[in-house]
T-cell receptor
Framework: GQQLNQSPQSMFIQEGEDVSMNCTSSSIFNTWLWYKQEPGEGPVLLIALYKAGELTSNGRLTAQFGITRKDSFLNISASIPSDVGIYFCAGRGTSYDKVIFGPGTSLSVIP | DAGVTQSPTHLIKTRGQQVTLRCSPISGHKSVSWYQQVLGQGPQFIFQYYEKEERGRGNFPDRFSARQFPNYSSELNVNALLLGDSALYLC??????????????FGSGTRLTVV
């Protein structure tokens, strides 16, 4: 079945550093989503991507939809302590497909 | 505007019991999906409902069932609870079956503990 892989599994960075994480799949997706989840909360949508090659920003966050449609990456510039959390990628094949999630990348920011 | 609301927020049940979790989508959203998130893992898809019809089902046993009401709210039922059903149950809503520009919005979840 469809499965997503995320790397790295966890990251420890200094405040102010840039962060890069990615998500790969063996299947093609038509939609890529990036979410952030903090303890005790549901995932919060950060960026949605709908077209291969699309590059979209949301403040200090930038995500790209890979041209092969089998991968996506998320960059965070100038990290701050409130960036701490687990970042999930999620993908959807067709309009009627379920949205499936990767295992997450845990981000820790050292002040 | 209210987001996706889920109730209860926390629940403790005994093995073998039954549980019903509730979800109210964002106003105007007609699609509701349910996910199970075990500690340390990503959310796993259980069901999707749109316009009161089941549109998708994940790899979960028949002990899991759901329904959507005319006001688009939804219930997830789990029978014969097992210890392994302990998880955060998340509900997500969207305006259509596809993921529109308004995204795919999650509630804060129901934390179910089975003892």
């Amino acid at each position: 079945g469809q499965q997503l892989n995320q790397s790295p599994q966890s990251m420890f960075i200094q405040e102010g550093e840039d962060v890069s994480m990615n998500c790969t799949s063996s299947s093609i997706f038509n939609t890529w989503l990036w979410y952030k989840q903090e303890p005790g909360e549901g995932p919060v949508l950060l960026i949605a991507l709908y077209k291969a090659g699309e590059l979209t920003s949301n403040g200090r966050l930038t995500a790209q939809f890979g041209i092969t449609r089998k991968d996506s990456f998320l960059n965070i510039s100038a990290s701050i302590p409130s960036d701490v959390g687990i970042y999930f990628c999620a993908g959807r094949g067709t309009s009627y497909d379920k949205v499936i999630f990767g295992p997450g990348t845990s981000l820790s920011v050292i002040p | 505007d209210a987001g996706v609301t889920q109730s209860p927020t926390h629940l403790i049940k005994t093995r073998g019991q039954q549980v019903t979790l509730r979800c109210s989508p964002i106003s105007g959203h007609k699609s509701v999906s349910w996910y199970q998130q075990v500690l340390g893992q990503g959310p796993q898809f259980i069901f999707q409902y749109y316009e009161k019809e089941e549109r998708g089902r994940g790899n979960f046993p028949d002990r899991f069932s759901a329904r959507q009401f005319p006001n688009y709210s939804s219930e997830l039922n789990v029978n014969a609870l097992l210890l392994g059903d302990s998880a955060l149950y998340l509900c997500a809503s969207s305006s259509k079956t596809s993921v529109g520009k308004d995204g795919y919005t999650f509630g804060s979840g129901t934390r179910l503990t089975v003892v």
